[in-house]
């Protein structure tokens, strides 16, 4: 297993790097025969407002899949013990939907059939009012092999984050798959038109959740 630790505001010193690659090595102890690399990446905020200001992230490479888990606390070492533990949970989560798949229900089908509701787009951004930031600080750049969206489901839940952006391998467009904020997933599908919110299908007749995005670019998940 290859580990790689990045430190931001923060020497990593050779007490810390032993530190994490004993917990990164247990956590990942059972699943070696499908990790390749861990990249972990330790930080600590400089704002004294900000509590919790010490945060771990580690993103995990198994089997060409990207498993990520972050956390933050008062103390380093704990963040670390914490994001490990996540880690964990994450690989153990991973290798049953992969090895147990045939068994599970399809998560496409609960999608389809979720009761439609008046916008998913405030199940996806809640109280928050949209707000595009001043200037474009980040820009990354990921391959995108066409999924399904039960695919594409066990990959938001492998990473850690509220959205996952992917191609859809009936479509062959951008999709985005989300945690909807009353529970359950929504998927964000394009369409041709100017209106917004309308509940389409999945191409077989189902009702699957839908909304529109146009001129705004949602990023894939963070790694």
């Known amino acids: 297993m290859k580990l790689l630790v990045q430190g931001n505001n923060i020497t990593v010193t050779d007490a810390i ?6 917990k990164l090595e247990n956590a990942v102890r059972h699943f070696h025969n499908i ?9 600590v905020a400089r704002n004294p407002r900000i509590s919790k200001s010490h945060k771990a992230e580690v993103t995990v490479h198994a089997n060409g899949t990207v498993i990520r888990a972050q956390e933050s606390s008062e103390d380093l ?11 964990t949970r994450q690989l153990r989560k991973y290798k049953e939907k992969h090895f147990l798949k045939s ?6 089908e609960e999608l389809a059939t ?3 509701i008046a916008s998913d787009l405030k199940d996806l951004i809640g109280d928050r009012q949209p707000e595009l930031p001043p200037e474009v600080v980040r820009m990354k750049y990921f391959a995108m092999p066409p999924m399904t969206i039960d ?3 066990i990959q938001l839940q492998l990473v850690d984050h509220d959205f996952y952006v ?5 479509s062959n467009e951008i999709n985005v798959i989300y945690m909807r904020n009353h529970g359950g997933y929504g998927v964000i599908l394009p369409r041709e038109g100017n209106g917004n919110g309308h509940h389409g299908t999945n191409g077989k007749g189902s009702h699957v959740t839908s909304e529109v995005e146009s001129t705004l670019e949602i990023p894939p998940a963070q790694v």
């Open 114 to 116: 979720q009761p439609p």
């Open 77 to 87: 070492y704990a963040s670390i013990d914490m994001v490990a533990d996540k880690i």
């Open 151 to 153: 695919e594409a489901l």
């Open 166 to 170: 992917f191609r859809n391998s009936e």
């Open 103 to 108: 068994h599970k229900t399809s998560k496409a």
């Open 17 to 22: 790097h032993l530190y994490v690659q004993e």
């Open 35 to 43: 990790t390749t690399k861990v990249d972990v990446h330790l930080s």
